[in-house]
T-cell receptor, first 110, second 114 residues
Framework: KQEVTQIPAALSVPEGENLVLNCSFT??????LQWFRQDPGKGLTSLLL?????REQTSGRLNASLDKSSGRSTLYIAASQPGDSATYLC?????????FGAGTTVTVRA | KAGVTQTPRYLIKTRGQQVTLSCSPI?????VSWYQQTPGQGLQFLFE???????NKGNFPGRFSGRQFSNSRSEMNVSTLELGDSALYLC?????????????FGPGTRLTVT
């Protein structure tokens, strides 16, 4: 059974600081890994998708890395802004389903 | 392109009743998945449908069921509701998650069981 862990559970940083969010998973037989953002009471917004054959994916201020062999992914958010405050979820895809971590709740202080 | 839509957005039901939730995927997407989100258990996979066939099912009791129609729209049904079924139910659509396509989520249906 796939287990996904996200560390830390919560993070509070001043505006402008870079964010580093970690995700680990136990079964490396994955199709891909997705990072999502969730605002309170809302659905999930896809941020980045990394295919199992890729090592890195970038979109604007976001950069995600994937080390499938060690079962790890890291999401970097550069120059954080108050609007980045949200819960960030990591999910790995195999057997037509996503297995999610519990998320990292980020607060960016103005 | 319209996103994933879910109806209704909010529901209040009584224990023992049944409920049906609806999901319309992004146009052209043939895969629809359902997830339950609770504060205690986080996001848990319910089931996935592709071209009207269920390809995978999560570890939920038989009271939870779903189906997909020929136009890719999907419904999930929960019978004999329990207090623990109170949750945010999220639907996701994809071209085909088994081939590494991105999954897109709807806004969810908030179900409260009293």
């Amino acid at each position: 059974k796939q287990e996904v862990t996200q560390i830390p559970a919560a993070l509070s940083v001043p505006e402008g600081e870079n964010l580093v969010l970690n995700c680990s998973f136990t079964d490396s037989a994955i199709y891909n890994l997705q990072w999502f953002r969730q605002d309170p009471g809302k659905g999930l917004t896809s941020l980045l998708l990394i295919q199992s054959s890729q090592r890195e994916q970038t979109s604007g201020r976001l950069n995600a890395s994937l080390d499938k062999s060690s079962g790890r992914s890291t999401l970097y958010i550069a120059a954080s802004q108050p609007g980045d405050s949200a819960t960030y979820l990591c999910a790995v895809c195999n057997d037509y389903k996503l297995s999610f971590g519990a998320g990292t709740t980020v607060t960016v202080r103005a | 392109k319209a996103g994933v839509t879910q109806t209704p957005r909010y529901l209040i039901k009584t224990r023992g009743q049944q409920v049906t939730l609806s999901c319309s995927p992004i146009s052209g997407h043939r895969s629809v998945s359902w997830y339950q989100q609770t504060p205690g258990q986080g996001l848990q996979f319910l089931f996935e449908y592709f071209s009207e066939t269920q390809r995978n099912k999560g570890n939920f009791p038989g009271r939870f069921s779903g189906r997909q129609f020929s136009n890719s729209r999907s419904e999930m049904n929960v019978s004999t509701l329990e207090l623990g079924d109170s949750a945010l139910y999220l639907c996701a659509s994809s071209l085909n998650p088994g081939q590494s396509y991105e999954q897109y989520f709807g806004p969810g249906t908030r179900l409260t069981v009293t």
